[in-house]
C-alpha cells in the first residue's frame, strides 16, 4: 500500500522531545464501563488545550470530551451544557467517576492500558486506543464498462464508525501487464485496517484534536481503451492540522507495455522542464498559462504564471495540464488542454507516434 502524506504528518507531530516530563495522571488510554457499557478513553492533558475522546465497544464511534479552563467536568458537547464527566478519584492506573445528563448519573470505572514509550504522547492518536475500532474492511467487486470496454469495479466498507469512502477498479483479463497494472491501480484498497492509510488518518485526526478525521479517495477510469487508460484519483480528506485536502490527479497507463507513463517526459527539453519540477517552457508554456487566464478568474493570473509544477496527462481533447497549487490558491486549478496536433509538435517521432496511438482509440 501507497505511503500517505498523512502518515508523514501524523509521525511528524508526533514526535516528542527525547526525556519528555512524567506524564500526568490522567493522561494515557484508559478501557472501562460507564454503569453497565463498555467503553474506551483517551486522554491528552500535557499543555494548556487538554482533550479526550471515549467510544462505546458497542458502537466504535468517536465521542469527544473538551476541558474546560475551570472546573473537574470533562463535556462531550458544550461546556456546562450535555452530558460530561466527573472524575473523581484518579489514582495510579484506576479512574472513578460519573457520567451525568439530563438528572441520570451512571458510574465511571476505568483500567489504565498499557502504552509503549513511543504512544505516552500521543495517547489518543494511539495504536492502543485506536485497536477496537479496527474492523476488517469489506470489498466488494461489480462489473462495469466504459467505452464498451469492461472493467471491475472496487467498494471498501471499512465500518459506519468511521467516515471513510474507498472505491477503485481494475482492469479485467490476464498476463503479466494486467498484473502489472492492477498492482498500481488497487494500491489504494486497503486489504487490513491496521497500518492502512485511512486508520493512519483517523489517528492523526485523534493525535490533533480528540476528533476523528474524515478521508474520502477514489479511483475511476476516464479514458480506456485496448491499449491505453487515463485513471482519475480523487481525494478529499481531513486528518488534523489546519485545514482539509481535496483534489484530482489523472494518470496515464499504456496497457501494452504494462508501465504507468510520465507524459511530461514525452516532450522535447525545450519544451519541458522535468529537473526542477514539471513545467512546460517557451511556446507551450505561453499557450498553457494563456488558456488558463481564459478558463480561470482574473484573481488567479499571477498564479499561473508563477506555478512551476504541473500535473500532464492525456484526454481525449489532447494533452492534459493542471497546475499543482498550494491549498491557500487551490480554487483556481483549471485543467487545459492542448490540442493533439500542437502538442505533438514539441515531441520526438517516439512520443509522437504514442501521442497518434492514443488519440486514435480515444478517438472512437
Not at 479512574?95 to 509503549?116: C, H
Not at 470489498?139 to 471513510?164: R, S
Not at 486489504?191 to 476523528?212: E, F, N, Q, V
Request: glycine share 10%; hydrophobic share 40%.
Amino acid at each position: 500500500m501507497r505511503k500517505s502524506i498523512f502518515q508523514f504528518a501524523f509521525i511528524a507531530m508526533a514526535a516528542g522531545p527525547a526525556f519528555a516530563a512524567p506524564a500526568p495522571a490522567l493522561q494515557g488510554v484508559w478501557k472501562g464501563t460507564i454503569g453497565n457499557l463498555p467503553v474506551q478513553a483517551c486522554f491528552q492533558t500535557e499543555s494548556d488545550f487538554q482533550f479526550g475522546a471515549y467510544f462505546y465497544l458497542s458502537q466504535l464511534k468517536i465521542i469527544h470530551l473538551d476541558k474546560p479552563d475551570k472546573g473537574d467536568g470533562w463535556w462531550e458537547t458544550e461546556v456546562n451544557k450535555g452530558p460530561h464527566w466527573l472524575l473523581k478519584t484518579v489514582e495510579g492506573d484506576a479512574v472513578l467517576g460519573s457520567w451525568e445528563d439530563k438528572g441520570k448519573t451512571l458510574p465511571i470505572a476505568l483500567k489504565r492500558v498499557s502504552l509503549g514509550n513511543d504512544e505516552a504522547n500521543r495517547p489518543c492518536g494511539s495504536d492502543a486506543f485506536m485497536a477496537p475500532r479496527l474492523t476488517p474492511p469489506k470489498v466488494t467487486e461489480a462489473a462495469a464498462k466504459l467505452g464498451g470496454v469492461a472493467f471491475t469495479k472496487i467498494d471498501v466498507d471499512v465500518g459506519k464508525q468511521f467516515d471513510v469512502a474507498i472505491s477503485g477498479f481494475k482492469l479485467n483479463g490476464a498476463g503479466g501487464n494486467v498484473t502489472k497494472i492492477n498492482k498500481l491501480l488497487t494500491s489504494i484498497i486497503p486489504t487490513t485496517a491496521a497500518g492502512s492509510d485511512y486508520a493512519d488518518c483517523m489517528k492523526s485526526a485523534l493525535y490533533s484534536g480528540g476528533r476523528d478525521g474524515t478521508y474520502n479517495v477514489s479511483l475511476s477510469p476516464v479514458v480506456l481503451t485496448r491499449n491505453w487508460l487515463v485513471a482519475r484519483n480523487g481525494s478529499d480528506d481531513f486528518c488534523g492540522g489546519a485545514h482539509p485536502n481535496a483534489g484530482s490527479v489523472d494518470s496515464v497507463y499504456d496497457l501494452a507495455a504494462g508501465v504507468k507513463v510520465d507524459v511530461e517526459k514525452w516532450f522535447m527539453p525545450d519544451a519541458m522542464d522535468v529537473k526542477d519540477g514539471i513545467n512546460p517552457k517557451g511556446t507551450l508554456r505561453e499557450f498553457v498559462v494563456k488558456s488558463e487566464i481564459k478558463h480561470g478568474s482574473s484573481e488567479c493570473s499571477d498564479v499561473y504564471e508563477n506555478a512551476n509544477y504541473w500535473n500532464v496527462a492525456l484526454s481525449k481533447a489532447g494533452v492534459n495540464f493542471t497546475p499543482s497549487l498550494p491549498h491557500a490558491e487551490a480554487a483556481c486549478a483549471e485543467s487545459v488542454d492542448v490540442p493533439f496536433a500542437m502538442a505533438s509538435k514539441f515531441m520526438n517521432a517516439a512520443a509522437r507516434a504514442k501521442l497518434k496511438s492514443f488519440q486514435a482509440e480515444a478517438s472512437k
